[in-house]
């Protein structure tokens, strides 16, 4: 309650249908209430539904309201492509904030060979969605980001910097 009245909202949980009640519906109701003035978005969490982490990167990219962005420990996967959805010059990371990001996965199920396609279809769609998010948020070159997206990438606070995932270190 205390984070809502200073218009503070916590992300620290996995990134699934959850976060529509307690991330996104606060956001919501602090722009309702006021969408002059800024909303910090703290952002600690392994990541999650890659479907999810887009849509509210997407929503927090139309937001009418300066949405201030700030990874206090981590920010793994879909949590790297919302901290990365703040306003620019307002994303924020201390300098042993650990990111990660990666391409969507699937994982391997019993299905037809159709079905097999249809789902790699799906992932492709995924894969150019952070693709061109991540051209349109950072610093870096489509290139680059296909190259480093091909396993894991870690990256600590200041390389956060240096490729414009965000823009200052606290």
């Known amino acids: 309650e205390e984070l809502f009245e200073d218009r ?9 249908e959850n976060i529509l009640y307690s991330v996104w519906h606060p956001i919501e109701q602090l722009i309702a209430l006021d969408s002059t003035a800024p909303i910090t978005l ?3 969490s392994m990541g999650g539904d890659a479907y999810v982490s887009l849509f509210f990167s997407s929503y927090l990219l139309k937001s009418p309201t300066i949405i201030k962005t700030v990874v206090l420990g981590s920010a793994q996967s879909g949590a790297s492509l919302i901290s990365m959805s703040g306003t620019p ?3 924020f990371a201390y300098s042993y904030s650990t990111f990660m990001l990666h391409l969507p996965r699937t994982g391997a199920e019993q299905s037809t060979s159709n079905n097999l396609m ?3 279809k799906g992932i492709e769609m995924l894969d150019e ?7 349109k948020k950072t610093k870096m070159s489509k290139s680059l980001i296909k190259k480093k997206l091909q ?10 910097l240096k ?5 200052e270190i606290i």
């Open 8 to 16: 503070k909202v916590l992300l620290n949980e996995p990134i699934t």
């Open 42 to 44: 703290f952002i600690n």
């Open 89 to 91: 010059g307002y994303r």
């Open 118 to 120: 249809s789902q790699a």
């Open 129 to 135: 969605d952070i693709y061109d998010l991540m051209l």
């Open 151 to 160: 396993q894991d990438w870690y990256l600590g606070g200041s390389e956060a």
């Open 163 to 167: 490729y414009g995932i965000v823009d």
